[in-house]
T-cell receptor, first 112, second 112 residues
């Protein structure tokens, strides 16, 4: 089944404790992206990647890092999480830029 | 800059009623336009898309037509079902194709 998977689905952590949210797609898509969804603000792009070893900032990249060492994986790293990063995070992929994107199920992160 | 404006929700309808959710956009060039649906506790699913003026996207009884003259992409369905209850997002792909710009979302609630 074609899908985008994210782990974990739910995470509660404390300020400053480094964490990684994994994202993997099995569709051989070149493009991958991370979004966060917040009430009243909608979805905003954090980072994106157009191919292996090619990443770039979206609208809200502060406090986040990403890497794209393999085509299928695009982890989101929070080196020192803060409470304002409490949010619902979505990973997405598409065959190429400008196409409709396939979204993962989401990761709900709470930073205390 | 690019932006998407959706009608405020929630929209409450009875089963078999006609649905319209308005969406207008501001963008340079000729963006691709999308409607996504988010069911409770799930990620976003691509519902339909249109890539050029006068294109009509359709899926599962939903339709939307890309109207460049009015910069609109309104979502319609002739007869809604309870199972259509969800949050609907209008989105456009920016000119570089590297990001989706989302509206704030419209919650649809259908009762039997």
């Amino acid at each position: 089944e074609a899908q985008v998977t994210q782990n974990p689905r739910y995470l509660i952590t404390v300020t400053g404790k480094k964490l990684t949210v994994t994202c993997s797609q099995n569709m051989n898509h070149e493009y991958m992206s991370w979004y966060r969804q917040d009430p009243g603000l909608g979805l905003r792009q954090i980072y994106y990647s157009m191919n292996v070893e090619v990443t770039d900032k979206g609208d809200v990249p502060e406090g986040y890092k990403v890497s794209r060492k393999e085509k299928r994986n695009f982890p989101l790293i929070l080196e020192s999480p803060s409470p304002n990063q409490t949010s619902l995070y979505f990973c997405a992929s598409s065959p190429r830029t400008g196409d409709g994107q396939f979204f993962g199920p989401g990761t709900r992160l709470t930073v205390l | 800059g690019n932006s998407v404006t959706q009608m405020e929700g929630p929209v409450t309808l009875s089963e078999e009623a006609f649905l319209t959710i308005n969406c207008t956009y501001t963008a340079t060039g000729y963006p691709s336009l999308f409607w996504y649906v988010q069911y409770p506790g799930e990620g976003l699913q691509l519902l339909l898309k249109a890539t050029k003026a006068d294109d009509k996207g359709s899926n599962k009884g939903f339709e939307a037509t890309y109207r460049k003259e009015t910069t609109s992409f309104h979502l319609e369905k002739g007869s809604v079902q309870v199972s259509d209850s969800a949050v609907y997002f209008c989105a456009l792909s920016d000119q570089a194709g590297t990001a989706l710009i989302f509206g704030k979302g419209t919650t649809l609630s259908v009762s039997s």
